[in-house]
């Protein structure tokens, strides 16, 4: 069956360092998303893609990026983390981004910056 | 610019207990309406969605009924069960932002047996 992955599924780093988060999906999605999921803000949206080479600011980018090389990965990677970004993240992918196209959501990605 | 409002949480109901979870948005155009719902440890999956005004989502026994005049989307159930113990989440999607979604805070519902 197809599906959306994420790994790690937990992730506990310090201060500066830099983090990569994968998103892998299999239903060859041209559309490709990264959100983080923090108390009271509900998902919010980070980096989106439309398709490969394709990359967008959400509207919490600061302090992230994102690069498509192809259409099955969308990895998000935190340049230097700070406390801050300590949230789950959530990748999501869908096919066309139409008015009645749906989006499907990984299992999520707990990080932790000490 | 767009936002979506729910009601706050948690909500802690009995089994077979009538829930409504209120959800009002902001937009401008005619954006599609989504409930997703994010039970413990998992990710998100979409319970339900409304495209056009007086459109009926319904799934698993929840409903939502897409209310222009209102600008509104709330989620309903005649009877809950215990395993709907969940987050649910209204979010909206405006036709020309390709596939971005813009969710609400998050209700947590809890159901006692």
């Known amino acids: 069956d197809a599906e959306i992955t994420q790994s790690p599924r937990h992730k506990i780093t310090e201060t500066g360092r830099q983090v990569t988060l994968a998103c892998h999906q299999t239903?060859?999605?041209?559309?490709m998303f990264w959100y983080r999921q923090d108390l009271g803000h509900g998902l919010r949206l980070i980096h989106y893609?439309?398709?490969?080479?394709?990359?967008n600011k959400g509207e919490v980018s600061d302090g992230y990026s994102v690069s498509r090389s192809n259409t099955e990965d969308l990895p998000l990677t935190l340049e230097s983390a700070a406390s801050s970004q300590t949230s789950v993240y959530f990748c999501?992918?869908?096919?066309?981004?139409?008015?009645?196209?749906?989006?499907?959501f990984g299992p999520g990605t707990r990080l932790t910056v000490l | 610019g767009d936002s979506v409002t729910q009601m706050e949480g948690p909500v802690t109901l009995s089994e077979e207990a009538f829930l409504t979870i209120n959800c009002t948005y902001t937009a401008t155009g005619y954006p599609s309406l989504f409930w997703y719902v994010q039970y413990p440890g998992e990710g998100l999956q979409l319970l339900l969605k409304?495209?056009?005004?007086?459109d009926k989502g319904s799934n698993k026994g929840f409903e939502a009924t897409y209310r222009k005049e209102t600008t509104s989307f709330h989620l309903e159930k005649g009877s809950v069960q215990v395993s709907d113990s969940a987050v649910y989440f209204c979010a909206l999607r405006r036709y020309n932002q390709g596939g971005k979604l813009i969710f609400g805070q998050g209700t947590e519902l809890s159901v006692k047996p």
């Open positions: 409304a495209t056009k005004a007086d």
């Open positions: 893609s439309y398709g490969v080479q394709d990359t």
């Open positions: 999501a992918s869908s096919e066309r981004g139409g008015l009645t196209d749906t989006q499907y």
């Open positions: 239903w060859n999605h041209n559309n």
